[in-house]
Structure formats: C-alpha cells, structure tokens
C-alpha cells in the first residue's frame, strides 16, 4: 500500500547529525560533494545544512539527550555507581571517562557513559575532584561503589571522594559510611597476573614477535598458534630462519623450571589483591550471595578452596561476611524506619505468591522450606510492603 509521507527540513537535518554522530564523521562531511550529489537526487528540496550549523545541532541533540538521562537517574532515585579511567594521547594530553551503572525502575541494569574530558594529572586529588564535579552536574546524591585500575593513586581518589560526600551531611549518600565503596578492577588484575607470568617467558615472546608484529601480546600469540605449523615447516627447510626465532632464547634446558617460576609470580600478583590478602572487596562476596543459585553455601565452599581447607580461616572468613550481611540488613532498615510513614509502613492486603498464602505480618501458615519463610519475614521487617511484593515477583 501507497502511503503518503510529510517531509521535514529539520527531521533531515536531525537524521544527518545522527549521522555525523554515529559514523563519528567530520563536521564538515556535509560539504563532501558525493554526499551532496546523494542528498539532492534522494531528496532535492534538502538543504544541506553548513559545517557550523551541525557542530550546534550536535551539541544541540547532546544537551537534549543528556537532560533525558540526567532526569532518568534522578527520577529513578536510585543508587549508582562509577567506573572510571585514564588514557594519554600520542599528543601527551590525558583523558578521563565516567561511566555510571544503575538498575533503573524496570529492575534492568543501566551502563552510561556521563563525563569524557581532559584532566590535567594523574594525580589522585585531580581525579576525585573531577568524580565530585560529575556528581555535582548530575544531581547524583546516592553513590554504591567506585570501580578504578590498580593503580595507587585510586586510594587517594576514593578517600578524597569519601570524605567529600560525607561533608554534604547526606546520610544516605554512602552505603556503610563508604567502607566498601572502593573495587578494584578484576579485569586489571587479571592483565596485571597475566603480565608477571608472561615476564618469565619474555625471551620467548620476544623471539615470536620477530615474525608478528601485533602490540597486543595476546594478539601476537594467537595469531602465532594459526601459523604453527608453518613456523615447523620453516624449521625444516629453512635454517636461518629458524636462528631468527632462536637468537632470543637464553639456551633454556628446560621448560619446567619457567613454568614453576611463571605460576609463582602469577600467584604473588593475584594474592595482591585478592585473599588471603583480605584487600577484596566483600560486597563482591555479599552480591555473589544474593544469587538464589549461589548462597551461602558457594560462598563457604569458596573459601575451602582459597584457604585449603584450613577450617579456622574458612570460619573466620564466612563470620566476617555474615557480619557485613547483618549491617547492611541494620542500615537499611535504619534509613527506612527514619523515613515518611508512607515510605515504610504501607500495608498490603493478604493475597498469595506462587499458590502460597501470606499476610502483610506473616500470621497465616506458610508452606514450603521453613527457612525460606524466616528469611522472608526478616526481610520485611520495616520494609515498604509493595516493595517486598515487587522483589517477590522479580524471584518469580
């Protein structure tokens, strides 16, 4: 079917600085004479607007869209938290990206990207004054955690961000007065575990990159395991080439000692930062619990594997985190029991979840895992009644 189609001017020009945006194209593109040639056959009335005029309507349709976002976060009213980090150009001029992540009223987890900008150092006073700024400009009040490289300076980042959100008087800005708020990135450790065991095969790795040239070294070996069979072939027919490979490898007897030396270093990195350490984060612990397929249980099985089975530690390590469990528990029903009747005595009536009866105080008998429905009624103590109802439904 023939439909007819108004034309607009400015949802043309809109599209283009979409485009602009997407492509991460030029301002001045639109004075590309092929694309002007594309515009006047498929749409000729088009006035292609200048490279001025779309350097405005990109900052435009940015201002627009980040209004929309900052009314999303704040609307959402719930907790967020921050990722953070630093590059150098090939210009010498560093920059920083902060990206928030929250779960918006949908209960779907959020991941955007709200600051990029040139910092003047890395230093950690520079970088927790730019976090706080951010949070300023955003109207964010309530902050979870702040996630950062392994870099020392972060400690300084945090601290100073701590403190300068305890001196806004705001209660509910931190979880725990910011004792967890500080993650260090698993994915940096990882690189950083990574690098200590790749140390010990530096003459190896060296002589591989004499035939692929990749900066990523992970990028070197993969590619190097395609062409294996190849490299045995030169092997065979064409000797110096194989001297080329040879010239770095030290006369090494054997590959034993290397790998020994390999996992050594690779262990020391990573008790670094994790346990028996006691640097890691428990909130990572304490989020693994609320998995319904996890618990407690993985948590202490966990614990046996990273402790070898050494009982006190095991025991030690589960107490410290139901403890941590039992605050958080404490804090929250604080802040709720301090907040509008409304917010925290609202009754529901008596209704049934998943064929199971219940009431607004748990008086009616509640089939199923008796600690199940402990647990339950715990948990809504002195919480929102419609809010138990909507994680209910969520478990659902």
Same mark, same amino acid.
């Given at each position: ?273 994790? %346990?028996?350490?006691? +640097?890691?984060? @428990?909130? =990572? ?7 319904? *397929? /996890? !618990? ?18 095991? %025991?030690?390590?589960? +107490?410290?985190? @139901?403890? =941590? ?7 929250? *029903? /604080? !802040? ?61």
């Amino acid at each position: 079917m023939v439909l007819a189609k108004g034309w607009s001017q400015d949802a043309c020009r809109r599209a283009v600085t979409k485009m602009i945006i997407m492509g991460e194209l030029l301002f001045s593109f639109v004075d590309n004479k092929g694309f002007g040639h594309f515009c006047s056959v498929v749409i000729p009335q088009f006035v292609m607007p200048s490279r001025g005029t779309i350097g405005r309507d990109v900052m435009d349709l940015f201002l627009e869209e980040k209004t929309m976002l900052k009314s999303l976060i704040c609307n959402n009213k719930q907790r967020v938290s921050f990722t953070t980090d630093l590059w150098t150009s090939v210009q010498n001029m560093s920059y920083m990206v902060i990206t928030t992540h929250f779960i918006d009223s949908d209960w779907c987890l959020n991941r955007r990207i709200i600051s990029f900008s040139v910092i003047e150092d890395h230093r950690g006073k520079t970088i927790g004054k730019k976090i706080v700024a951010c949070l300023q400009d955003w109207g964010i009040e309530r902050l979870f955690a702040i996630t950062v490289d392994n870099a020392t300076t972060n400690d300084v980042v945090v601290n100073y961000v701590t403190m300068q959100l305890l001196a806004w008087r705001n209660d509910d800005a931190l979880v725990l007065v910011g004792q967890y708020m500080h993650v260090r990135c698993c994915v940096n450790i990882l690189n950083l575990i990574v690098i200590s065991g790749l140390n010990e095969l530096h003459a190896s790795i060296a002589a591989i990159r004499n035939a692929v040239k990749w900066n990523s070294t992970y990028l070197v070996l993969m590619t190097a395991l395609k062409f294996q069979a190849a490299f045995d072939r030169m092997a065979e027919v064409d000797k110096p080439y194989e001297a080329y490979f040879l010239e770095k490898e030290n006369n090494e007897a054997s590959k034993d000692p290397c790998v020994v030396a390999m996992a050594y270093n690779m262990r020391e990195n990573f008790d670094k930062y994790w %346990e028996p350490s006691g +640097k890691i984060n @428990k909130m =990572l612990i304490v989020a693994s619990i609320f998995d319904p *397929r /996890a !618990k407690m249980d993985i948590a202490k099985r966990i614990f046996e594997i990273i402790f070898a089975n050494d009982g006190w530690k095991v %025991e030690e390590m589960t +107490k410290v985190v @139901k403890d =941590l469990l039992n605050e958080l528990y404490d804090a929250y *029903r /604080a !802040k709720c029991s301090s907040s509008t009747p409304s917010m925290c005595s609202e009754s529901v009536p008596s209704g049934s979840y998943s064929g199971t009866s219940y009431s607004p105080y748990f008086t009616t008998k509640v089939t199923g895992d008796k600690r199940r429905t402990v647990y339950i009624k715990r948990l809504t103590d002195n919480f929102q009644r419609s809010h138990f109802t909507q994680v209910l439904n969520r478990l659902a």
